[in-house]
């Protein structure tokens, strides 16, 4: 076939009087390499060689792509440092976006609490923790801070794992009722609970017929933590449970397994790392709780006064203050 294309070539050129473009027939040999022109079936010789855009061109001129204007000296440096620190990789701006991003977040966290740091001599916090009263006020954060999450977790745990499988009508806004605390300001919210289970409040003659006392007392102090740390045990609760794949329950219950053989061994240890974090988010805001504690249960020592009011005390009105028995005495 391929020595009769030129001989057919010629004589179409002698009968028409004009040139034919070169045709080349497809290789048979499949060993032949991919960039050679008998591969190309029926394409002419004329356009393969003067087109500069086709792309297999022998004569197409060569474009070379525009140099890039060098960055200045300490641009270079900045980008060598960040190569280094990359391991070599090439820099992409995005990522240097988001680093700056980073370091601007840790120096605004990190400022305040070396502030602190700085302020406070080792000595001084060392005689601070012998005083009577900072062991009360240690203690009044610890104990019902630990209750606190305890109650958090017995009640968040089965919510949120009602939130994450069961779909009912009106899910969401119960969602939307556990997340409240979050948006409430904690000062609104320690009036919010003074209202509801005070003297006078939606509960108190409730309460009061039963005996029951709670503002202005220890209990107060366990249920503001309980209502401020609550979400946040359901929230990580909740999304540990959601990452919990069904089939797996499915398949535990195909096996013979109940229900709570299922919850035990299956559920809960595959949404452990979550509940745990989900515990120490809430342990860690009834220790930091101020608003809602001085709101519902007053600023009392050995009572109510927990670390947050009484380095409150100090550090705004003074050690004398602090000091006292009951809020407002001299």
Not at 3 to 20: C, E, I
Not at 201 to 208: P, Q, S, W
Request: glycine share 8%; charged share 15%; aromatic share 6%.
């Amino acid at each position: 076939m391929r020595r009769r294309l030129p001989l057919l070539r010629d004589r179409l050129t002698k009968a028409g009087g004009r040139s034919v473009p070169e045709f080349r027939a497809a290789p048979t040999d499949p060993s032949e390499p991919f960039d050679s022109p008998d591969r190309i079936r029926r394409v002419p010789a004329r356009t393969r060689n003067t087109d500069p855009t086709y792309p297999m061109s022998p004569t197409a001129p060569a474009t070379s792509p525009a140099t890039p204007r060098p960055p200045a000296p300490s641009a270079q440096r900045g980008l060598a440092f960040l190569k280094r620190c990359c391991g070599g990789a090439p820099v992409d701006p995005l990522a240097l976006v988001a680093v700056s991003l980073t370091a601007i977040a840790v120096a605004f966290i990190a400022l305040p609490c070396v502030a602190l740091v700085l302020n406070v001599r080792p000595a001084e916090v060392w005689h601070a923790m012998g005083e009577p009263w900072v062991q009360e006020s240690l203690l009044l954060s610890l104990k019902p801070s630990v209750v606190a999450t305890l109650l958090c977790v017995l009640f968040g745990s089965p919510a949120a794992s009602a939130l994450a499988r069961v779909e009912v009508i009106g899910s969401r806004l119960i969602d939307a009722i556990l997340q409240l605390p979050l948006v409430l300001p904690p000062v609104v919210a320690g009036g919010g609970l003074l209202l509801a289970f005070g003297r006078r409040g939606l509960l108190g003659n409730v309460l009061m017929l039963a005996g029951i006392e709670i503002p202005f007392t220890t209990a107060a102090v366990v249920l503001a933590q309980v209502f401020m740390g609550f979400p946040m045990h359901v929230q990580a609760a909740c999304a540990g449970f959601q990452n919990v794949p069904k089939s797996i329950e499915e398949a535990s219950r195909a096996l013979g397994a109940g229900s709570f053989a299922t919850l035990l061994r299956v559920t809960i240890p595959l949404s452990w790392p979550a509940l745990v974090s989900g515990a120490i988010l809430c342990w860690g805001r009834a220790m930091g709780e101020f608003g809602a504690t001085i709101m519902f249960a007053g600023n009392m020592r050995g009572t109510t006064r927990t670390m947050p009011l009484a380095f409150s005390a100090v550090m705004f009105i003074g050690a004398r203050w602090a000091l006292s028995g009951v809020a407002g005495v001299q």
